[in-house]
Nanobody, 118 residues
């Protein structure tokens, strides 16, 4: 199990930017696939972006071209740079981790709230 701590959320106007950060506790962080999820009120967790140990990235259709995921293995950190934010991006954002051939963790941290005003 990886302990994850998200930060960087806040209130921003439509069209604005935010950078989310996630600190992970595992010493084999560099071998993990890291992902950012979001949860709209009353909905299931939605995968927003993921990044492999080889830094290949994948994005959900709703955020392609606007969000960028990155990682710093020396610091055990993963980031989500969000630009051109829209009101529909309002959600609680969580990071998660899995091994290359494994499943995403079923336990979620506290997340960080992102609110985009119109």
């Amino acid at each position: 199990q990886v302990e994850l701590m998200e930060s960087g959320g806040g209130l921003v106007q439509s069209g604005g930017s935010l950078r989310l950060s996630c600190a992970a506790s595992r010493t084999d962080f560099n071998l993990l696939v890291m992902g950012w999820f979001r949860q709209h009120s009353g909905k299931e967790h939605e995968l927003v972006a993921s990044i492999t140990p080889g830094t290949s990235t994948n994005y959900g259709d709703a955020v392609k071209g606007r969000f960028t995921i990155s990682r710093d293995d020396a610091k055990n950190m993963v980031y989500l740079q969000m630009t051109s934010l829209k009101p529909e991006d309002t959600a609680v954002y969580y990071c998660n981790a899995r091994s290359v051939y494994g499943d995403w963790g079923r336990l979620w941290g506290q997340g960080t709230q992102v609110t985009v005003s119109s």
